[in-house]
């Protein structure tokens, strides 16, 4: 027998106690986090300007994934630690922010960083987008959560009724998808979920094996190799030719989240979520914004703003969080109505380039005059 030969049984063998070992070692330790981290962005590839998120990859070089450190080792937010002349801002919040349909020009925090503002001290105002496009406080939540670990000066917060609801707080596939995560945030900060809520995805011993994570890793990799097209060509968003805008003639209906009027119940809504996000930020100021949302003159306009919203539930819902703000004494601010009703696009939040100039012109004159932040 050749000497250089090895046989195939022993070979087989060899290969399958790698295999099994591969997966005890997963399906023992959660080492997703350490992998998620192994990136190529932010040295070979510059970071991105926005959390990965699409279901294009091959048009957007871009894609979801549950994965928050790979996510957050992806952003340009964790290239270098924060230099010394530097005032760092993160803004969370849902697909508004993020820039659905946007450039990366032309999302809110281009447009506010494109204002050079400065802190009273001369430390120039650095804005991170780190919106995700689902809708849900305790997404957000997460997300807040993750960016402490970033030294932030100051956190903007834009919110919208649907991100209130309790029913809607594990919707979002990136919270089913941390269970362990949430779980660790409902009895941190007593928040009225259920731990055990069906959403939350629990994995097995052989879900975390290295079968069982298999999408995960790949995922992880993707969102590498994707970087390279990302990095040529700037593209990370499918911004179609022809895209259908938001309903104007509305249903007649006035339901709300399973609710009618005239009330609104507080308790139906996460006020205590955005109360830990304050508590997480500790000495970190949290400006909570309501940001624009469509206002229809179409048929029904009587009964709803828009497809969203009934005029009673979003009333109410401006009232209870007004009230909310001024009891815990929270940095709050109401635009729901900074952006003009033509400047919306596909859903009554997702706002134009010009929309977004709007609203950012209107938080601009906000964070003068809270946070004495000017040009």
């Known amino acids: 027998m050749d000497s250089h030969n090895i046989p195939i049984p022993r070979l087989l063998l060899k290969a399958t106690l790698l295999f099994v070992t591969l997966n005890l070692i997963l399906s023992t330790f959660n080492l997703l986090?350490?992998?998620?981290?192994?990136?190529?962005?932010?040295?070979?590839?510059?970071?991105r300007q926005r959390l990965p998120y699409g279901d294009d990859p091959q048009?957007?070089?871009?894609?979801?994934?549950?994965?928050?450190?790979?996510?957050?080792?992806?952003?340009?937010?964790t290239q270098a630690p924060?230099?010394?002349?530097?005032?760092?801002?993160?803004?969370?919040?849902?697909?508004?922010?993020?820039?659905?349909?946007?450039?990366?020009?032309?999302?809110?925090?281009a447009a506010l960083n494109a204002a050079g503002l400065r802190a009273a001290d001369g430390r120039q105002a650095v804005f991170y987008n780190l919106g995700h496009p689902t809708i849900s406080l305790t997404k957000d939540l997460m997300i807040l959560d993750f960016a402490m670990d970033?030294?932030?000066?100051l956190i903007l917060w834009p919110v919208t009724l649907e991100a209130f609801p309790i029913n809607k707080q594990t919707s979002s596939p990136l919270v089913q998808n941390n269970a362990p995560r949430v779980r660790r945030l409902i009895e941190e900060f007593d928040l009225a979920l259920d731990l055990r809520h069906p959403d939350l995805v629990d994995a097995d011993f052989w879900g975390r094996s290295?079968?069982?994570?298999?999408?995960?890793l790949a995922d992880i990799l993707r969102l590498q190799l994707y970087g390279f097209m990302w990095a040529a060509t700037g593209i990370d968003v499918h911004i179609p030719e022809d895209v259908e805008l938001r309903a104007v003639d509305l249903e007649p209906s006035e339901e709300y989240a399973g609710l009618l009027p005239p009330a609104l119940p507080a308790e139906a809504l996460a006020f205590d979520v955005?109360?830990?996000?304050?508590r997480r930020a500790a000495e970190v100021p949290v400006l909570i914004i309501n940001e624009p949302t469509f206002v229809s003159e179409g048929a029904n306009s009587d009964l709803r703003y828009s497809s969203f919203y009934p005029r009673w539930a979003y009333d109410a819902y401006r009232v209870l969080l007004q009230s909310e703000s001024e009891e815990q004494a929270w940095d709050y601010v109401d635009l729901w109505q900074a952006a003009d009703s033509q400047e919306f696009t596909n859903t009554p939040i997702h706002l134009t380039p010009q929309g977004t100039l709007q609203f950012a012109n209107a938080l601009i004159a906000i964070l003068h005059d809270l946070f004495n932040l000017q040009p």
């Open 59 to 77: 048009r957007a070089y871009n894609l979801s994934l549950y994965n928050l450190e790979a996510m957050f080792a992806s952003h340009e937010l």
């Open 82 to 109: 924060k230099a010394e002349d530097e005032y760092r801002v993160v803004v969370i919040g849902d697909s508004s922010v993020w820039g659905f349909l946007l450039e990366n020009e032309d999302t809110l925090t």
């Open 150 to 153: 970033y030294d932030p000066d």
């Open 210 to 216: 290295l079968v069982g994570q298999r999408r995960n």
């Open 274 to 278: 955005l109360a830990a996000g304050v």
């Open 33 to 47: 986090p350490s992998l998620g981290r192994l990136t190529l962005y932010n040295w070979l590839l510059p970071g």
